[in-house]
């Protein structure tokens, strides 16, 4: 059983920087692959990134690579998701997740959500 807890959303301009941690509970935190969605409203949830247990490989989604970048720590058993030069059109609730395979990761476990808000 893995528990997740994301932290970091707020309230930005556009083209403002944001670092999301998500944070787990479980003594095989290590062995998931990690990543993050994001649900915007009205909109189905959407692959963001992705990262394996080793850190080793990562994969991105279509609108939020060059600007996005995820990465681990697993002795701290946190993901990070660093997003740079946020858009208006990135405004969503994003969930922690983790699980198997990277692409696509298909996730066991889901954080409750953090919410961000890019104005323009």
């Known amino acids: 059983q893995v528990t997740l807890e994301e932290s970091g959303g707020g309230l930005v301009q556009a083209g403002a920087s944001l670092r999301l941690s998500c944070v787990a509970s479980?003594?095989?935190?290590?062995?998931?692959?990690m990543g993050w969605f994001r649900q915007a409203p009205g909109k189905e949830r959407e692959f963001v990134a992705s990262?394996?247990?080793?850190?080793?490989?990562?994969y991105l989604g279509d609108s939020v690579r060059g600007r996005f970048t995820i990465s681990r720590d697993n002795a701290k058993n946190t993901v990070y998701l660093r997003m740079n030069s946020l858009k208006p059109e990135d405004t969503a609730v994003y969930y922690c997740?983790?699980?198997?395979?990277?692409?696509?990761?298909?996730?066991?476990?889901w954080g409750q959500g953090t919410q961000v808000t890019v104005s323009s």
């Open positions: 997740a983790a699980g198997s395979g990277i692409s696509p990761l298909v996730p066991l476990y």
């Open positions: 990262i394996r247990w080793s850190g080793s490989s990562t």
């Open positions: 479980g003594r095989t935190f290590s062995s998931y692959t």
